[in-house]
């Protein structure tokens, strides 16, 4: 009787803490790469570690995972998801797949780096076209790694917003000039504060949903 009486004031207390820990820490996503093109791990590496800086910078930490060619998950997108502008009443993000390609195909705008699927919930949500990153790179200031980098945060910009939506200034500006990749290379260029204030609340929510899920298995 005595330890189901300590168990019951221990549980809230640990949930307390559990709580305050998980508000103080960033969300970490992790987010599988299916590499169709054979980058070097160097550059893959660098191109990853400038995302991590930028998401960073709104309380997302990422962990990248190197996919697999067999997982029929890297193959899939869901098309139908790209309709909605806007998905933000959805869920948390707890997963992202991005996919890198060799060519943009016929018809993609020639500014177009790739592009996101932000409402998708299976398969592949961000796509990497590696030909125009090079085209980028040769005519503009940036190393290819850094174009990467760039390209990945904006993409997965769009899946943390659950938006389609551009602005005008800043990472997810839709198209970037010579002057913006040319302060790249030297700078970061990130989210606009209010795009921060809605990806942290995104990773607000993720937690809250995460320890909600915590306490019922508690309470079990």
Known sequence: MKRTTVWRFV???TLLALSVAASALPLRIP??????VGLSPKTLSQAEGL???ILLTVGVDTKWIAGSTSDPEGLEMDFSARTSDNCGNASGIDFVRVVVLAHAPAG???????FSLPCAITGIQVVIYADRIAKVSETNAPTFNRVLGYALAHELGHV??????HAGT???RGVWSKSDWQRAAVSTIGFTP???NQIIDMARKTRNTEMAQLSQIYNR
């Open 194 to 196: 209010a795009q921060a």
């Open 160 to 165: 943390l917003l659950r938006s389609a939506a």
């Open 108 to 114: 993609v705008p020639i500014p177009a780096l790739g």
């Open 31 to 36: 987010i599988m790469v299916y590499d169709r």
């Open 170 to 172: 800043g990472l997810m």
């Open 11 to 13: 549980v809230p207390f």
């Open 51 to 53: 995302t991590d800086n």
